[in-house]
C-alpha cells in the first residue's frame, strides 16, 4: 500500500530520483521495524542478562556508596521524564507541519514519520540504559577518589574492582545487543536526513521558497538528529569516565605505601587496560561524538552532490524543451 501511494503521489519537483528515494525509505523503514521486533525476540537471553547484572551492580554500589546516590537517582529519573517529553513533543510539532505545511495523509507517516519514530524510541531506550552504566561508573569513580582521603582498606579495593568489572560486562552485553538494530536505524536515518535536507536545500537554490516545507524540513532534521546527538553525547561521557577512572587509579598506584594495596591496585590497573569498553554499531564504527561530526559531514557531501545533480537535470530539461519550441516554432513558420 506504500509502495503504490510512494509512486502515485502528486507534487511539485517531483523526478524520478525523489520518488526512488522514497521507495528506498519505505522498503528501508519496514525493514528496520523487522530487524528490531526480531533482534528483540531472538536476544531476550541478552536483556534478562543485562537486568540481573544492572542489580548486582547497583546492591555492590549501595553497599559502598550512599552519599547523594538518592540524588544521582533523581536526576536519572527527571532526565528519562525531559528527553521523553521532548519526544513527543517534537512527534506532536512534527505532524503538525506535515498537516499544516505539506498537506500529507496518515498513509504516507507510515512509511517515513512511523519508522523514524520507531528508530528513536530504540536510540532512547539505548541512551537511558548507557546513562545509567555512566552514572555507575561516576559512582564508582567518587568512591576510587575516597580510597585516597579515608585510607580505605584493600577489601573496598576488591569490591570496587567487582563493581568495574561487572559494569564492563553489562557495557558489552547492551552493546552487543542493540549493534544489529542501531546500524539499520542509523542506515535509514541517514537517508531520511538526506532526503530532508534535500527538500530544505531545494526550494532555496531554485528561489521557490516555501514557508510550509522549509519548516517542514527543519523540524524533520531536529526529529532526526535529537536520539543520535544524546546517544552519543552520552556514551562520549562513559568513555570519559572511564579513562578517568584509569588515570586515578594510576596516581593512587604512585601514591600507595602498603605492599598489598600496590598489588590490589596493580591487578586494578591491569583489568582497566585489558577491558576495553566500546559501543559499536556492529563493529562499523563506534557510537560517540566523532561518529555524529563524521555523520554530519557525510550528509553535507552527499546533499551536495544530490543537488548539482538535481540542478543539473533540470537545467538540461529546460534546454530540451526551450530548444524543442524554437523548433517547432520554425515548422510552424515554415
Same mark, same amino acid.
Given at each position: 500500500?506504500?509502495?503504490?501511494?510512494? #509512486?502515485?503521489?502528486?507534487?511539485?519537483?517531483?523526478?524520478?530520483?525523489?520518488?526512488?528515494?522514497? *521507495?528506498?525509505?519505505?522498503?528501508?523503514?519496514?525493514?528496520?521495524?523487522?530487524?528490531?521486533?526480531?533482534?528483540?525476540?531472538?536476544?531476550?537471553?541478552?536483556? @534478562?542478562?543485562?537486568?540481573?547484572?544492572? #542489580?548486582?551492580?547497583?546492591?555492590?554500589?549501595?553497599?559502598?556508596?550512599?552519599?547523594?546516590? /538518592?540524588?544521582?537517582? =533523581?536526576?536519572?529519573?527527571?532526565?528519562?521524564? #525531559?528527553?521523553?517529553?521532548?519526544?513527543?513533543?517534537?512527534? #506532536?510539532?512534527?505532524?503538525?507541519?506535515?498537516?499544516?505545511?505539506? =498537506?500529507?495523509?496518515?498513509?504516507?507517516?507510515?512509511?517515513?514519520?512511523?519508522?523514524?519514530?520507531? @528508530?528513536?524510541?530504540?536510540?532512547?531506550?539505548?541512551?537511558?540504559?548507557?546513562?545509567?552504566? =555512566?552514572?555507575?561508573?561516576?559512582?564508582?569513580?567518587?568512591?576510587?577518589?575516597?580510597?585516597?582521603?579515608?585510607? +580505605?582498606?584493600?577489601?573496598?579495593?576488591?569490591?570496587?574492582?567487582? @563493581?568495574?568489572?561487572?559494569?564492563?560486562?553489562?557495557?558489552?552485553?547492551? +552493546?552487543?545487543?542493540?549493534?544489529?538494530?542501531?546500524?539499520?536505524?542509523?542506515?535509514?536515518?541517514?537517508?531520511?536526513?538526506?532526503?530532508?535536507? !534535500?527538500?530544505?536545500? +531545494?526550494?532555496?537554490?531554485?528561489?521557490?521558497?516555501? !514557508?510550509?516545507?522549509? /519548516?517542514?524540513?527543519?523540524?524533520?532534521?531536529?526529529?532526526?538528529?535529537?536520539?543520535?546527538?544524546?546517544?552519543?553525547?552520552?556514551?562520549?561521557?562513559?568513555?570519559?569516565?572511564?579513562?578517568?577512572?584509569?588515570?586515578?587509579? &594510576?596516581?593512587?598506584?604512585?601514591?600507595?605505601?602498603?605492599?598489598?594495596?600496590?598489588?590490589?591496585? $596493580?591487578?586494578?590497573?591491569?583489568?582497566?587496560? &585489558?577491558?576495553?569498553?566500546?559501543?559499536?554499531?556492529?563493529?562499523?564504527?563506534?557510537?560517540?561524538?566523532?561518529?555524529?561530526?563524521?555523520?554530519?559531514?557525510?550528509? @553535507?557531501? !552527499?546533499? *551536495?552532490?544530490? *543537488?548539482?545533480?538535481?540542478?543539473?537535470?533540470?537545467?538540461?530539461?529546460? $534546454? =530540451?524543451?526551450?530548444?524543442? /519550441?524554437?523548433?517547432?516554432?520554425?515548422?510552424?513558420?515554415?
Amino acid at each position: 500500500m506504500s509502495i503504490p501511494y510512494r #509512486i502515485n503521489d502528486d507534487y511539485d519537483e517531483k523526478t524520478n530520483l525523489t520518488v526512488g528515494i522514497e *521507495v528506498l525509505q519505505t522498503v528501508l523503514g519496514a525493514l528496520v521495524i523487522c530487524v528490531i521486533l526480531i533482534s528483540y525476540c531472538i536476544d531476550q537471553k541478552f536483556l @534478562v542478562r543485562i537486568a540481573n547484572q544492572l #542489580i548486582i551492580i547497583e546492591y555492590e554500589i549501595d553497599r559502598l556508596y550512599d552519599l547523594y546516590y /538518592s540524588l544521582r537517582r =533523581q536526576r536519572i529519573f527527571y532526565t528519562i521524564i #525531559i528527553v521523553c517529553i521532548l519526544k513527543i513533543c517534537l512527534l #506532536i510539532l512534527l505532524l503538525c507541519t506535515e498537516i499544516l505545511g505539506i =498537506q500529507t495523509s496518515p498513509v504516507s507517516w507510515l512509511t517515513d514519520v512511523l519508522p523514524t519514530f520507531y @528508530v528513536g524510541w530504540l536510540l532512547i531506550q539505548y541512551f537511558l540504559l548507557v546513562m545509567v552504566i =555512566q552514572t555507575d561508573f561516576a559512582d564508582s569513580l567518587y568512591q576510587t577518589r575516597r580510597i585516597v582521603v579515608n585510607n +580505605s582498606v584493600v577489601h573496598q579495593l576488591l569490591q570496587l574492582r567487582d @563493581v568495574h568489572c561487572h559494569l564492563c560486562k553489562m557495557s558489552n552485553d547492551v +552493546s552487543s545487543f542493540y549493534s544489529l538494530p542501531v546500524l539499520f536505524g542509523i542506515i535509514f536515518l541517514f537517508l531520511t536526513l538526506i532526503y530532508n535536507g !534535500y527538500w530544505i536545500l +531545494s526550494p532555496l537554490l531554485m528561489k521557490t521558497l516555501d !514557508y510550509g516545507t522549509l /519548516s517542514n524540513g527543519i523540524i524533520w532534521i531536529i526529529f532526526l538528529i535529537y536520539p543520535i546527538s544524546l546517544l552519543t553525547n552520552r556514551i562520549t561521557s562513559i568513555l570519559i569516565e572511564i579513562k578517568t577512572t584509569g588515570n586515578i587509579v &594510576h596516581d593512587l598506584l604512585n601514591c600507595a605505601i602498603g605492599k598489598e594495596t600496590k598489588t590490589e591496585l $596493580k591487578k586494578f590497573s591491569l583489568q582497566l587496560l &585489558h577491558r576495553k569498553i566500546q559501543f559499536t554499531a556492529n563493529g562499523y564504527f563506534i557510537l560517540d561524538n566523532t561518529f555524529l561530526h563524521s555523520l554530519i559531514g557525510t550528509m @553535507v557531501t !552527499y546533499l *551536495v552532490i544530490l *543537488v548539482q545533480f538535481q540542478m543539473t537535470s533540470l537545467f538540461s530539461s529546460v $534546454k =530540451q524543451q526551450i530548444i524543442s /519550441s524554437c523548433n517547432s516554432t520554425r515548422r510552424d513558420l515554415k
